[in-house]
């Protein structure tokens, strides 16, 4: 069976040159990556890895972006509703104020986890590990801020927080005078930079540039 | 074959290999320091556990109100569905099935597919591999998305606030609403999807 031949030589080589599936466990020798190019298991489909040519700039200027765009787009006004001429505001920050102040405390902490506390402290990881790779330093400690970023990437939940706007627009629309505001183009503008955050680090070469300074270059 | 039978384990966090030592209890990735296992332990048992908590949460979820809208003094609560009722009736189709989709459909699927996953490990079972991955990819994905109902009450709350004239306020069946997405979210995360593959390969023992 050429499929047994193929891993008796597989178990031969160095661990260096083999990379194993995270979703299914199959091992493969590892693939050498041109530019733009993506690794994906041939059994389940999982992506390996991505090459890109450049994490650290690109990387950079978008965390800061986003970090910018953040305050606006959680303390300005989402939307004005007019009812009778009395005018309300929502912020997402008041979204989490109101929940509280009306007893439902635990949800009011859930909300500030998904929609604020988590996407700032992925950004502010983000920036960490950008900042170790870029002045070389620090490693350690970046790969212990990469790794917590891993864990708080699910919990992150803006492009769902901006369905929830529309929903809830639409539902007002009709209730009474509606006016969109500030934040609302903030919020969007966080949530594009956010993504295209997530695509430019490529986990793969992350991990590679924190990992690389013990062994090549000390 | 398998990198768990050449004695090496993928890490969970950074995916480095690891070359098993023997003798050793607790294993640290050698490139992030993460605690690394041949298959996540417990993970039938865990995922078993978060979901049938979740199961048992799901039916104050959809039969209490999540929320109740005062107009003049006279609240109407509704549950989730009621919710959707609503949207329907009042001609706004689209962006009742969206929510449909996100706050009953996605939650149901949930508890099934994960269910059905943890049977299809643990009995062999009909389904093949591949079918089985992209249901777990799909539930890992779409998970997140049953919280939009959460947020609109959020939203609600905070800008229907004009004292007796009108005003939005939450339910209890919100908070049961939310712990069932948050445990069908940790049962996801907490599952081995590695477990898939592992009985289809003959003689491979899981756990």
């Known amino acids: 069976m050429p499929e047994s031949a193929a891993s008796a030589r597989l178990e031969e080589l160095p661990i260096e040159q083999l990379v194993g599936c995270p979703e299914c466990d199959l091992l493969m020798a590892k693939p050498t990556l041109h530019l733009g190019e993506v690794a994906e298991c041939p059994r389940c489909g999982c992506e390996l890895f991505r090459l890109r040519h450049r994490i650290v700039g690109p990387g950079l200027a978008l965390v800061l972006a986003a970090l910018l765009l953040y305050f606006p787009a959680n303390f300005l006004p989402i939307m004005q509703l007019n009812l009778l001429g009395r005018v309300t505001h929502d912020t997402v920050w008041s979204g989490v104020l109101s929940l509280y102040n009306s007893g439902m405390q635990g ?32 490693k350690p400690l970046g790969l212990l801020l990469y790794r917590f970023y891993h864990h708080l990437r699910e919990w992150g939940m803006l492009e769902v927080y901006l369905l929830g706007i529309l929903v809830s627009i639409i539902k007002l629309r009709d209730m009474a005078e509606l006016s969109l505001g500030v934040g609302l183009a903030c919020f969007a503008g966080l949530l594009v930079v956010q993504v295209w955050l997530e695509l430019v680090m490529s986990p793969h070469q992350v991990w590679e540039a924190l990992s690389e300074s013990d062994d090549a270059r000390r | 074959m398998r990198a768990a039978d050449a004695g090496l384990m993928v890490c969970h966090e950074c995916h480095q290999l690891n070359r098993a030592t023997l003798g050793i209890e607790h294993q640290h990735c050698s490139r992030c320091g993460a605690r690394v296992h041949i298959r996540r332990p417990n ?3 865990r995922t078993w556990a978060l979901l049938i908590t979740a199961a048992l949460l799901y039916l104050p979820a959809n039969l209490l109100p999540i929320m109740t809208v005062r107009m003049l003094g006279s609240g109407t609560p509704d549950t989730i569905m009621s919710g959707v009722v ?5 001609g706004m189709f689209p962006i009742a099935a969206v929510v449909f989709i996100a706050s009953i459909l996605v939650p149901t699927f949930k508890l099934v597919g994960i269910a059905m996953l943890l049977i299809s490990v643990q009995r062999h079972h009909p389904m093949s591999p591949r079918q089985r991955i992209l249901v777990f990819r799909f539930i890992e994905w779409i998970g997140r998305w049953s919280m939009l109902d959460i947020f609109v009450i959020a939203i609600l709350v905070a800008i ?18 939310a712990s069932v997405v948050i445990l069908t979210m940790l049962a996801a995360i907490t599952f081995d999807p590695r477990l898939i593959w ?10």
């Not at chain 1, 859930?110 to 506390?117: G, I, K």
């Not at chain 2, 004292?163 to 908070?175: C, H, I, Q, R």
Request: proline letters at 1%; hydrophobic letters at 55%; glycine letters at 6%.
């Open chain 1, 107 to 138: 949800i009011a902490v859930v909300v500030f986890l998904c929609s604020m506390a988590v996407p700032l402290m992925k950004l502010l990881c983000q920036l960490a590990v950008l900042l170790c790779i870029a002045i070389d330093r620090a």
């Open chain 2, 43 to 45: 993970s039938i048992a």
């Open chain 2, 86 to 90: 609503t949207l329907a009736k009042h």
């Open chain 2, 160 to 177: 229907v606030n004009f004292g007796s004239l009108a005003s939005v306020e939450a339910g209890f069946g919100a908070v049961a609403f």
């Open chain 2, 198 to 207: 592992d009985n289809t390969e003959a003689g491979n023992k899981h756990d």
